[in-house]
């Protein structure tokens, strides 16, 4: 599978922070595919932030629940994120993702948000 992240590189802080992932080769309603969104902020790990599943169901990363939306745009075959109320800790490359079921995952290249102002 394909994935492209897209959005602005700078959010200003208490701004909302808003990414797209397109996806390619695989439609999103198709059975079995969760996507998600995943960061990785300087100098810390992987931080897998929530998914939405084929079937519309969603889940959220506790910790960003109060702040995050996920949706998905079947028209144009892409899953949106949306982080409210963001703060320099937001700064990180975030990258959309899917499970293959093959024991990996097809990642998007990443793009890199700073909040700054």
């Known amino acids: 599978v394909r994935l492209q992240e897209s959005g602005p590189g700078l959010v200003k802080p208490s701004q909302t922070l808003s990414l797209t992932c397109a996806v390619d080769?695989?439609?999103?309603?198709?059975?079995?595919?969760?996507w998600g969104w995943i960061r990785q902020s300087p100098g810390k790990g992987l931080e897998w932030m929530g998914a939405i599943a084929y079937s519309g169901d969603i889940y959220y990363n506790p910790s960003l629940k109060s702040r995050i939306s996920i949706s998905a745009d079947t028209s144009e075959n892409q899953f949106i994120l949306q982080l409210s109320s963001v703060t320099p800790e937001d700064t990180a490359v975030y990258y959309c993702?899917?499970?293959?079921?093959?024991?990996?995952?097809?990642w998007g290249q990443g793009t890199q948000v700073t909040v700054s102002s």
């Open positions: 080769n695989v439609a999103i309603t198709a059975n079995d595919y969760y």
């Open positions: 993702a899917v499970p293959t079921g093959r024991g990996d995952w097809d």
